[in-house]
DNA sequence: CCTCTATGGCGAA
DNA sequence: TCGCCCTAGAGGC
């Protein structure tokens, strides 16, 4: 679930039900009781999406910050006029009310209650992400070009850049030719800026659908209307032979975790 | 019912 | 590099 598109539609789809509205901030599971107390009832002026972190600014100054880690998941559920709140359902670490939604969220890798100077930290150590308008490719872009590792890890490091994961970095070098264990300086500018140009736009797809689509569904022949299945979505990513052209997909270790590519469409 | 897996990241070695 | 945290859905029996 959680790359960095997932957690820009969550700032924008849960902006429209909270921002300027007084929100109930609760811990039915209990883990977040002491913070939640410290917003509980404020109103909620801005939802930051950075990467794959998500801050909540609330008007007394706080900033909540919530990181959904590989598991985390929030639900939204809207409640009809004068409906009453639902009882949680499984380990709910933080609820989000008002009057007409709730919205809950489960198994988080970080949430908690910051000012906006541990904001200010986290986003520091965050390279630039490709969903954020003020976003300056050239920061990725020549770090990678300057370093020794490999691409497939260099686009998982979220100093370098911020909000890919390990489907969207499998599918963007794989859209581009370029082989996971390919080194940052031995890429050209010219190639790293078109990488740069798939990563925004197979981020902004995902912010769009709401889910990792990444191939063209002219190259499925499938009839274009038709939901794609889990495992139809991606060229490369947890596949076993390569949807473009058949062969066998390898993995490689990179930054601790499988990186799958085409040996063929992705010559080292 | 059980076991396995997952689109992350941290801290201890 | 490894272990660990956290949850839910899928699939097997």
């Given amino acids: 679930m959680p790359e960095g598109h997932t957690i820009h539609r969550i700032a924008s789809d849960?902006?429209?039900?909270?921002?300027?509205?007084?929100?109930?901030?609760?811990?039915?599971?209990?883990?977040?009781?002491?913070?939640?107390?410290?917003?509980?009832?404020?109103?909620?002026?801005?939802?930051?999406?950075?990467?794959?972190?998500?801050?909540?600014?609330?008007?007394?100054?706080?900033?909540?910050?919530?990181?959904?880690?590989?598991?985390?998941?929030?639900?939204?559920?809207?409640l009809t006029i004068g409906e009453a709140e639902p009882v949680p359902v499984g380990a709910v670490r933080m609820r989000l009310s008002t009057t007409s939604s709730v919205i809950d969220l489960a198994g988080p890798t970080a949430c908690a209650i910051f000012t906006a100077s541990e904001r200010d930290a986290i986003v520091d150590r965050l390279g630039p992400d490709p969903?954020?308008?003020?976003?300056?490719?050239?920061r990725a872009i020549e770090r990678i070009s300057r370093s020794g590792q490999a691409l497939g890890a260099l686009l998982l490091?979220?100093?370098?850049?911020?909000?890919?994961?390990?489907?969207?970095?499998?599918e963007a070098l794989f859209v581009n030719g370029l082989h996971p264990s390919r080194r940052g300086r031995d890429?050209?500018?010219?190639?790293?800026?078109?990488?740069?140009?798939?990563?925004?736009?197979m981020l902004c797809k995902?912010?769009?659908?709401?889910?990792?689509?990444?191939?063209?569904?002219?190259?499925?022949?499938?009839?274009?209307?038709?939901?794609?299945?889990?495992?139809?979505?991606?060229?490369?990513?947890?596949?076993?032979?390569?949807?473009?052209?058949?062969?066998?997909?390898?993995?490689?270790?990179?930054?601790?975790?499988?990186c799958y590519y085409c040996p063929r469409c992705q010559p080292s």
């Fill in 14 to 78: 849960h902006a429209k039900l909270l921002v300027g509205r007084s929100v109930s901030v609760s811990s039915p599971q209990g883990r977040f009781s002491a913070d939640a107390a410290l917003v509980d009832g404020d109103v909620l002026d801005r939802i930051e999406a950075y990467g794959k972190h998500l801050f909540l600014w609330w008007r007394s100054g706080y900033v909540g910050h919530v990181h959904l880690g590989l598991f985390g998941r929030f639900r939204v559920q809207k």
């Fill in 131 to 138: 969903l954020r308008s003020d976003a300056q490719p050239a």
């Fill in 206 to 258: 995902g912010v769009k659908d709401n889910r990792i689509v990444t191939v063209d569904r002219r190259e499925l022949g499938v009839s274009s209307n038709r939901r794609l299945r889990r495992g139809e979505a991606t060229y490369v990513y947890h596949r076993d032979l390569c949807l473009r052209c058949g062969t066998p997909i390898q993995t490689v270790k990179l930054a601790g975790r499988p």
């Fill in 157 to 170: 490091d979220q100093s370098v850049l911020c909000g890919v994961g390990n489907v969207y970095r499998a």
């Fill in 187 to 201: 890429t050209s500018p010219d190639e790293l800026v078109t990488l740069w140009g798939t990563v925004v736009s």
